[in-house]
């Protein structure tokens, strides 16, 4: 099975932009969850989307947002960039959030 | 308040030494607990799931316990490598609202 695939790897952008990131899951698995990691911290829960619906929010700024297909992959979306925003943004997905997760290997995004 | 702490924050070992990793956590209800390795920049890779019957469990080198009753859980590395430089990060999963509860992992550095 093809792991998870998230793209583009490295991304740069200016104060205000906007960005999308997308996530592809495991064939198969339909929880997606999306986390946020900067320098040195640990992972920060966004949000987790199970068969297209949000089921969970982490605790950011509704600058963040994002969204599930039916055929589970995902995007989310950052409006009007800060520099915090740089960071490294995990995708991770399951069968379900209970079981194991598996990672992507992250869009690395560069505020300016 | 469902947290997870590790100790210690930071490690530094001896190759060929072995350590021990511990996760303290106060979620509930408890679903299961999982271990997760870090290399730099890149997604977290699971090393063990254990869930409330399962007391040891093992990955290679890698021997994860759990003590449901005192909410307590190790990682212990048996001969370590210079490979085994990461962050290793406790995940509880919360059984009433699939909620993960991150741990803010503790970083290993292996010198030769």
């Known amino acids: 099975k093809a792991g998870v695939t998230q793209t583009p790897r490295y991304l740069i952008k200016t104060r205000g932009q906007q960005v999308t990131l997308s996530c592809s899951p495991i064939?198969?698995?339909?929880?997606v969850s999306w986390y946020q990691q900067t320098p040195g911290q640990g992972l920060q829960f966004l949000f987790e989307?199970?068969?297209?619906?949000?089921?969970n929010k982490g605790n950011f700024p509704g600058r963040f947002s994002g969204r599930q297909f039916s055929n589970s992959r995902s995007e989310m979306n950052v409006s009007t960039l800060e520099l915090g925003d740089s960071a490294l943004y995990l995708c991770?997905?399951?069968?379900?959030?209970?079981?194991?997760?598996?990672f992507g290997p992250g869009t690395r995004l560069l505020v300016l | 308040k469902n947290q997870v702490e590790q100790s210690p924050q930071s490690l530094i070992i001896l190759e060929g030494k072995n350590c021990t990793l511990q996760?303290?956590?106060?979620?509930?209800?408890?679903?299961?607990l999982r271990w997760y390795k870090q290399d730099t920049g890149r997604g977290p890779v699971s090393l063990t799931i254990?869930?409330?019957s399962e007391n040891t469990k093992s990955n290679g080198r890698y021997t994860a316990t759990l003590d449901a009753d005192t909410k307590q859980s190790s990682l212990h590395i048996t001969a370590s490598q210079l490979s085994d430089s990461a962050s290793y990060i406790c995940?509880?999963?919360?059984?009433?609202?699939?909620?993960?509860?991150w741990g803010a992992g503790t970083k290993l550095i292996i010198k030769p």
């Open positions: 991770a997905s399951s069968n379900s959030v209970r079981e194991t997760q598996y």
């Open positions: 064939s198969g698995h339909r929880s």
């Open positions: 989307y199970f068969s297209e619906t949000q089921r």
């Open positions: 996760c303290n956590y106060t979620v509930s209800p408890f679903s299961n």
């Open positions: 254990m869930t409330f």
């Open positions: 995940v509880v999963s919360e059984s009433s609202n699939y909620q993960l509860i």
